[in-house]
C-alpha cells in the first residue's frame, strides 16, 4: 500500500505562488507521480506529472509554463511550484501515483494512489 498526503494549499491572490507538496511513504515501489485538479462542478483534470527515475516531466497545456513539478527522492515527496496564480486556478489538488511503468498519464486511470486533496484558493 501507498500514502499519500498534500499540504501547502491555501487562499491567495491573483499572481501570488505556493508550493505544494506530497508526502509518499508505503512498501510498494512508485514509478510516476501526479498532480490533478478539481474545481467545483467540474471534472478532476490533469495538471502535471513526473517519473522517479529519470525526472522526466509532462504538463497539461493550461499551466506550462507556470507550474513546475518536480520530486526529492531522499524525502519522498513531489512538489508542484505554482506561480502566477489565477483565479481559474482556484480548485482542490491532488497528488496521484502508480508503479506502472507505461500508460496514459495524463489519465486518472493510470494512478493507484490518491491523496486526500489540499485547496488552493485564488481571489482576484
Known amino acids: 500500500q501507498v500514502q499519500l498526503v498534500e499540504s501547502g494549499g491555501g487562499s491567495v491572490q491573483a499572481g501570488d505562488s505556493l508550493r505544494l507538496s506530497c508526502a509518499t511513504s508505503?512498501?510498494?515501489?512508485?514509478?510516476?507521480s501526479s498532480w490533478f485538479r478539481q474545481a467545483i462542478g467540474k471534472e478532476r483534470e490533469f495538471v502535471a506529472a513526473?517519473?522517479?527515475?529519470?525526472?522526466?516531466?509532462l504538463y497539461a497545456d493550461s499551466v506550462k509554463g507556470r507550474f513546475t513539478i518536480s520530486r526529492d527522492n531522499t524525502k519522498n515527496t513531489v512538489y508542484l511550484q505554482v506561480n502566477s496564480l489565477k483565479p481559474d486556478d482556484t480548485a482542490m489538488y491532488y497528488c496521484?501515483?502508480?508503479?506502472?511503468?507505461?500508460?496514459?498519464?495524463?489519465?486518472?486511470?493510470?494512478?493507484?494512489?490518491w491523496g486526500q486533496g489540499t485547496q488552493v484558493t485564488v481571489s482576484s
Open positions: 513526473i517519473e522517479w527515475s529519470d525526472g522526466s516531466t
Open positions: 508505503g512498501r510498494t515501489f512508485i514509478r510516476h
Open positions: 496521484a501515483a502508480t508503479p506502472r511503468y507505461y500508460g496514459d498519464y495524463m489519465s486518472q486511470t493510470f494512478y493507484e494512489y
